[in-house]
Antibody
Framework: EVQLVDSGGGLVQPGGSLRLSCAAS????????MHWVRQAPGKGLVWVSR????????SYADSVKGRFTISRDNAKNTLYLQMNSLRAEDTAVYYC????????????WGQGTLVTVSS | QSALTQPASVSGSPGQSITISCTGT?????????VSWYQQHPGKAPKLMIF???KRPSGVSNRFSGSKSGNTASLTISGLQAEDEADYYC???????????FGGGTKLTVL
């Protein structure tokens, strides 16, 4: 059974940092593009970042470029999102997702982890 | 990149059919057959219901169907059931630098 388990969220002050993790199981993690998608409270889904299967290619939404870094450890079947210089507008539930295709069409999602940026 | 346009809400009675629209441009919905639909219940993760405009993942009820005409994609749910009450999001491949764009979401209420 495919499983994605998100963790690492919490309360952080503006300007602070946080690292999210996504533990994958039940499939060959190293064969898939992976994505982070976020959802602000009461709002819709927004793509944040993607990484290719071997970690050599990444892309980011303009709103997080230069502040967030996506990475993966295929030996540990884990996806990461390092978030620096956090702002109030980054407050959201962050989901990791497996891309059915390289750009998205995510067929499996983690349960999400809540990041709250507030003083 | 603007989000795809969806109605904020739709409603229907049990047993009826409803359709949710998702309007984009020739740079996304109209230009590619990569429209997908997600169902999200409150407090839960999204679930893929339709991909590639009209294909259903294994395990998704055949009451859910997708189509596209021009720059507008549609999700139709037939034989509406109480458990279908949820938020629904469309997404599409886009030629912009993000390569994927979501709709704003539609809240489905089963009366």
């Amino acid at each position: 059974e495919v499983q994605l388990v998100d963790s690492g969220g919490g309360l952080v002050q503006p300007g602070g940092s946080l690292r999210l993790s996504c533990a994958a199981s039940g499939f060959t993690f190293s064969s898939y593009w992976m994505h982070w998608v976020r959802q602000a409270p009461g709002k819709g889904l927004v793509w944040v970042s993607r990484i290719n299967s071997d970690g050599s290619s990444t892309s980011y939404a303009d709103s997080v470029k230069g502040r967030f870094t996506i990475s993966r450890d295929n030996a540990k079947n884990t996806l990461y999102l390092q978030m620096n210089s956090l702002r109030a507008e980054d407050t959201a539930v962050y989901y990791c997702a497996r891309g059915r295709l390289w750009f998205g069409e995510n067929d499996y999602w983690g349960q999400g982890t809540l990041v709250t940026v507030s003083s | 990149q603007s989000a795809l346009t969806q109605p904020a809400s739709v409603s229907g009675s049990p047993g009826q059919s409803i359709t949710i629209s998702c309007t984009g441009t020739s740079s996304d919905v109209g230009g590619y057959n990569y429209v997908s639909w997600y169902q999200q219940h409150p407090g839960k993760a999204p679930k893929l219901m339709i991909f590639d405009v009209s294909k259903r993942p294994s395990g998704v009820s055949n009451r859910f169907s997708g189509s596209k005409s021009g720059n507008t994609a549609s999700l139709t749910i037939s034989g509406l059931q109480a458990e279908d009450e949820a938020d629904y999001y469309c997404s599409s491949y886009t030629s912009s630098s993000t390569f994927e764009v979501f709709g704003g979401g539609t809240k489905l209420t089963v009366l």
